[in-house]
């Protein structure tokens, strides 16, 4: 997972400060949850590519764009996840994994999806969103430190507002998705100079890649 360091929303200059010490603004203003990426407030978002394989450092053929933004209630995320197989000309549309419907079930990781982990260092534990192509997701908390997979707990509810968008264009194949996540529910807005870790990865199905 890319691993990203970000700075209090409280402030209009908010950025987050990448693994590889580059920065990434993060936006502010409040967009329209319809999974379509076409608002101003990511326009004015630095987002944060490319997306590299877990396993080889390499960058994944199937590239990805993470965004983040904000406003006095939510935090925002987007992900625009490239996909060759979404577009006509390939005769691949059927390779698009996009069956689960749950919610907190393992099914999700066989899905075409991606999952975020937010850690505010003033909770207890690191909050964790996958979200499958479908719109449908999980939320749980995990440890900060140790076996996260064995001691997730899924007690917790995100209260996310989540939307994708399927697009099948000829020459043009993605699909992107907007999350609105309460800052009550993250465990309050943060305040000035307060900086928070946060990774992203992508699970492309067709190609095997995982991405971050």
Not at 195 to 206: G, H
Request: charged share 20%; net charge neutral.
């Amino acid at each position: 997972m890319k691993k990203t360091l970000f700075t209090a929303a409280a402030i209009a200059s908010t950025a987050m400060a990448m693994a590889d010490s580059s920065l990434i603004s993060a936006g502010m203003g409040t967009p329209v949850i319809d999974g379509k990426l076409n608002d101003t407030v990511w326009q004015n978002s630095i987002g944060a590519a490319p997306f590299t394989l877990t396993k080889s450092n390499s960058f994944a053929k199937q590239q990805s764009v993470l965004r983040y933004a904000w406003d006095d209630e939510n935090l925002y995320i987007s992900f625009f996840c490239k996909a060759e197989i979404l577009d006509p000309v390939n005769n691949k549309l059927h390779a698009l994994a996009a069956n689960y419907k749950g919610h907190d079930k393992d099914a999700i990781y066989r899905d075409d999806m991606v999952e975020i982990l937010l850690e505010n260092p003033a909770a207890p534990r690191i909050f964790d969103i996958a979200v499958s192509v479908t719109g449908a997701f999980n939320d749980c908390t995990v440890p900060k430190n140790g076996d996260m997979w064995n001691h997730r707990d899924f007690k917790w509810e995100s209260g996310a507002k989540v939307a994708t968008y399927v697009n099948k264009e000829v020459g043009n194949g993605f699909w992107s998705l907007e999350i609105a996540v309460p800052w009550k529910n993250l465990g309050g807005k943060p305040q000035n100079n307060a900086q928070w870790l946060t990774a992203a990865a992508r699970f492309e199905k067709e190609s095997r890649e995982i991405s971050g």
